[in-house]
C-alpha cells in the first residue's frame, strides 16, 4: 500500500512532482488526483511502508498530539506528515539522501499550502553530527530503520537520547532468528542503481539478536517500556523489531 492523502494536487504541484525523480519516492504517496512516480523497489517498500503502519503508527498516534517530533531517517516523508497528521505541534524529517529530502520538502510544502499552522520541515544531515545539528531536545524521536546501517548504533542511540524528552519510537531491521547475546557485522552488495541509495557495495549492516539490540538501547540510556515484532511467519522477510522507550 501507499501513503493516501485526502486531497488533490494543483496543475502546478502535479508538474513539480513529475520533476523529482522515481528513486526518491522511498514511499509513494496517492492524492486524490495523482499519484506520485513509483520507486524502481516499489513492490517490497509498499509492503515495508504496510507493515511499518500496523507497528508503529498506533504508537505515534498515542506519542505525539501537541508534541515536538523530530523523524530521523524520515527518507521523503511519509511518516513525517502522518506524525503531523496525529496532532504534533511541530515536525523535524531528517535524512541523510538529499533527494529523498528534496521529495520531502515538496511534500512538506504541499501540506504547508493546506496545513498553514502545520509546522513540519526537512533536513539533509548525518545522524553522527546530531549534537552539532540541534541546540535542544524533542519530546519525541521516531526513528524507523536506519539504526542497522550505521556502523556504531550504540554512538547514534546515545546521541538520540540526548535529543530525547519523553519517547523514542523506534524501528529496525536484520534482527537474527536466535536466542541471546549476538551481532555480526556484514559487507553488502550494491543496490544503489535500484534507488536503495542507503545499500552501498562495500559498506556495512549489523545484523543483530533482539537481546543484542535491547542492550543498546539500554546502553544508550533508554528503558523500554513496549516491543512488538511482526507475525511469526513474516518474520523471514521482515527481520524487524520495534520499541518504545523512555529516557532513563
Not at 524507523?144 to 556504531?152: E, R
Request: one cysteine or more.
Amino acid at each position: 500500500m501507499s501513503l493516501r492523502l485526502d486531497f488533490e494536487l494543483t496543475a502546478e504541484e502535479k508538474q513539480m512532482m513529475a520533476t523529482i525523480p522515481a528513486e526518491c519516492w522511498f514511499t509513494q504517496v496517492k492524492f486524490l488526483n495523482a499519484v506520485s512516480p513509483r520507486h524502481p523497489e516499489a513492490d517490497f517498500l509498499d509492503r515495508n511502508h504496510d507493515l511499518k503502519e500496523k507497528l508503529v503508527l498506533p504508537w505515534i498516534t498515542s506519542y505525539v498530539k501537541d508534541k515536538r517530533v523530530l523523524d530521523l531517517f524520515c527518507a521523503n516523508g511519509a511518516f513525517s506528515l502522518q506524525v503531523l497528521l496525529g496532532g504534533a505541534s511541530q515536525v523535524v524529517g531528517f535524512e541523510y539522501d538529499a533527494g529523498r529530502v528534496k521529495c520531502a520538502e515538496f511534500l512538506g510544502e504541499v501540506f504547508r499550502r493546506r496545513m498553514p499552522d502545520g509546522r513540519i520541515s526537512f533536513l539533509q544531515g548525518d545522524v553522527y553530527d546530531l549534537e552539532r545539528t540541534f541546540d535542544e531536545p524533542f519530546d519525541v524521536v521516531i526513528a524507523l530503520g536506519g539504526l542497522y546501517h550505521v556502523p556504531d548504533p550504540p554512538y547514534v542511540l546515545a546521541q538520540i537520547r540526548k535529543l530525547t524528552k519523553e519517547h523514542l519510537i523506534v524501528q529496525t531491521s536484520s534482527i537474527l532468528p536466535k536466542r541471546g547475546n549476538w551481532a555480526k557485522f556484514v559487507v553488502r552488495n550494491d543496490r544503489t542503481e535500484q534507488g536503495l541509495t542507503s545499500v552501498v557495495g562495500g559498506r556495512g549492516a549489523w545484523f543483530y539478536t533482539v537481546n543484542c539490540f535491547e542492550n543498546m538501547l539500554k546502553h544508550a540510556g533508554f528503558q523500554i517500556t513496549e516491543s512488538t515484532r511482526p507475525p511469526f511467519l513474516a518474520r523471514r522477510r521482515f527481520p524487524w523489531y520495534c520499541a518504545v522507550a523512555e529516557p532513563r
